[in-house]
């Protein structure tokens, strides 16, 4: 069975650092690629990164230069590194699975995990 | 970078069916996918590929798409459908590859 569970959110102040886990059983992270997508409160899905299963990575303009997609294979975990938070970066943060059929067209989220939220705030 | 809109909300009866837009420029030209999500609950994945149907999800959910819209309905709507449904392309010129449709509310009346 593919779980997701997310782990490292809560309040930080503006400025501040955190880095998000997301353990993930059931497949292998190394050979799917990965993504966060953000969710501030009450409003859209936002899509923040992607990493490939490669070494790609790819980030939303609103957090390029301040947040770092990676994973460690041999914990089957991804991670994010989130610097220089501010107010606006305030959101549950959810980690998943990303399908990209062989004609590479398209990209879609088959798996989420259950969402870390992130407050930052002084 | 490429702009999904979707109406805010929709209401339907139940028993009824509920269609929910998503506009883009020629959003006809690429693949839309639909997601479903309760409150407090993370995202589901109801439709893919613009109308192919993931392992689970009831045949009441289907999508199309054409020309500036998708569209995701749902027949013979149920209590438990209410949620909000947001669609979301691969953009993949640009550098903002993902892009996420605004949400829409769905309200059984």
């Known amino acids: 069975e593919v779980q997701l569970v997310e782990s490292g959110g809560g309040l930080i102040q503006p400025g501040g650092s955190l880095r998000l886990s997301c353990a993930a059983s059931?497949?292998?992270?190394?050979?799917?690629?990965m993504s966060w997508v953000r969710q501030a409160p009450g409003k859209g899905l936002e899509w923040v990164s992607v990493?490939?299963?490669?070494?790609?990575?790819y980030y939303a303009d609103s957090v390029k230069g301040r947040f770092t997609i990676s994973r460690d294979n041999s914990k089957n975990t991804l991670y994010l590194q989130m610097n220089s938070l501010r107010a606006e970066d305030t959101a549950v943060y959810y980690c998943a699975r990303v399908v990209v059929p062989a004609s590479s067209s398209s990209l879609w989220f088959d798996y989420w995990g259950q969402g870390t939220l992130v407050t930052v705030s002084s | 970078s490429y702009v999904l809109t979707q109406p805010p909300s929709v209401s339907v009866a139940p028993g009824q069916t509920a269609r929910i837009t998503c506009g883009g420029n020629s959003i006809g030209s690429k693949s839309v996918h639909w997601y479903q999500q309760k409150p407090g609950q993370a995202p589901v994945l109801v439709i893919y590929?613009?109308?192919d149907r993931p392992s689970g999800i009831p045949e009441r959910f289907s999508g199309s798409n054409s020309g500036n819209t998708a569209t995701l309905t749902i027949s013979r709507v149920e209590a438990g459908d209410e949620a909000d449904y947001s669609c979301q392309v691969w953009d993949g010129t640009g550098d903002h590859p993902v892009v996420f449709g605004g949400g829409t509310k769905l309200t059984v009346l």
């Open positions: 990493i490939y299963s490669g070494t790609g990575t």
């Open positions: 590929y613009d109308s």
């Open positions: 059931g497949f292998a992270v190394s050979s799917n690629y």
